[in-house]
């Protein structure tokens, strides 16, 4: 898994250390013994650590030192902390199975499920995907629990799905809930509706999380100009001042959150490689890559003056979507997305896919260049109104680590 390989001999030390980059890197220690637990962590010089953990050192000191005890070093250059953060994710893995999700500190995102397979639907917030292809549907990673509960409050206020959690046996005799006295539910629980008219309301619920919202604003502009053409001028105020009310929820919602089955982008990153960034393709919270893309085109490219959209094309098309990946394993590529995405002052981009699956080339071509030129991107934070306070310490911890 990891590019290179050195044996370490203590007496040869000054020459190994020379021979390894001072560049950014995940690595690996192996001893001597066959039995013994490998050393893997992540590095912004790999020389410098190296010469830490295994360079002469006092014996009064009280700092760790391997230097008797590696036989073998291990380690793959990385061009940035996106880049090391996902390799040394696959690494221990590899190495560690029963207990890499507690070294790495996972922590899974924050998710909005619909329950379709219930019989009255209803929307939870969950950290627990379910398999894409099944009943329910899934919608984000969200920056924290806080901020899906807050998003899917506001928003099921424009709706009148229930938010109770039971399953429900209706009955005419059951006295309800304060959100049917408020006319804030259908009220399936006393059979307040049809099975017809609850089906039609949940399904304008999937259209507003499936289109961030926008399928409600049409239905408000469109009532709106209605009332309006009709004369009915009070209608086309109520209609005007839901609008209104909804703009605020809407930017509450980052970018990253879409249809988890649906979610499809590209993350791009410095490379260790000169002249050269990094692609990571995403599709249904699977993330690929490391892909080195060279900025420059080649003597044949350039010969049949391929543009760079076609190039990236080219270079994107081998990248299938990660079919054989469990259902775990896609949870926590989705939380690897999500502690990137939401870092204060994150580095790299990201591009997501229209409903086609087809990414925004011209802006991918313009990201490319900012950021192998090391330029800030030119779009905002990835959202407004949410709070980050619970995440940004998490992305502390891990920085100091």
Known sequence: MLAHRLEFAPEQDSEIFASVPAAAAVFLLRGADAGSEPYVSKTANLRRRLVRLLGRTDERTRRLNLRERVSSIEYTLTGSDFESGFLLYKVQRATFPQTYSARLRLRLAPLVKLHLENEYPRASITTRLGRLSGGSLYYGPFASRAAAEKFVNDSLDFFKMR??????????????????????????????????????????????????????????????????????????????????????????????????????????????????VALFPVQACAIAGPLPFAVQPTAEQAAKS????????????????????????????????????????????????????????????????????????????????????????????????
Request: proline share 6%.
């Open 163 to 276: 938010r109770c959690v039971d399953d429900l046996h209706p009955d005419p005799a059951f006295p309800g809930c304060i959100y049917s006295e408020m006319k804030m539910c259908l009220a399936p629980c006393f059979k307040g509706c049809t099975d017809e008219q609850y089906a039609s309301e949940v399904a304008r619920v999937q259209a507003y999380f499936e289109t961030r919202g926008q399928s409600l604003a049409r239905e408000l502009a469109a009532e709106r100009d209605q009332a309006s053409a009709s004369l009915e001028f009070e209608n086309a105020a109520a209609a005007h001042a839901h609008l209104e009310k909804l703009t605020p929820v809407l930017s509450q919602l980052p970018e990253v959150v879409h249809r988890l089955d649906r979610l499809s982008g590209l993350i791009i990153q410095r490379s260790a490689a000169q002249n050269a």
């Open 306 to 401: 391929q543009s760079m959209e076609s190039r990236v094309q080219e270079a994107l098309a081998p990248f299938a979507p990660h079919c054989d990946l469990s259902t775990v394993e896609r949870m926590e590529h989705l939380a690897i997305l999500r502690r990137w995405y939401y870092r204060s002052g994150r580095a790299g981009e990201i591009f997501f896919a229209d409903e086609k699956g087809v990414l925004p080339m011209r802006r991918v071509v313009r990201g490319i260049g900012r950021v192998f030129h090391g330029e800030r991107p030119d779009a905002g934070p990835p959202a407004a109104g949410v709070a980050y306070e619970s995440l940004q310490r998490e992305n502390h911890h891990e920085e100091k680590r």
